[in-house]
């Protein structure tokens, strides 16, 4: 078969530039390792072709459409609370120290108060912290 028209130069070299562009958003996304392996990706070139009625002239748009893979997910635990005033506290939930769920912490000297393992607990001063 004859070629009709050269792919690399077709466009002024768009239609190889846009395959280019495309291909390398799928490539960069397979080598992700924030993606998932195991879903396929795909490239797609639309190339839609316009014409008038004496059918001597084409107008033609080029588009290339990368399907990617989505990123992952992130997980994180939020603890939540209030502050007995009907407020609402929020706050990420990191591993702490062990057996230790709650204390009381003297704001200008840093002295630990009161902890959780405390049969008898007072809830006042006790905040949510990063």
Known sequence: MKKMINLETFAEGALAEKINIALK???ENITDPNTDWKTKRKLTLEMTFVTGED???AEVAIVAKPKLAPKKAIGAKIIIGTDGKGG???SEYKKQVPGQSAMRVDEETGEIL???EEKRMDLRGIKLVK
């Open 25 to 27: 958003e799928v490539l």
């Open 55 to 57: 059918r001597e002239l």
């Open 88 to 90: 609402v506290l929020a």
């Open 114 to 116: 009161t902890t959780a």
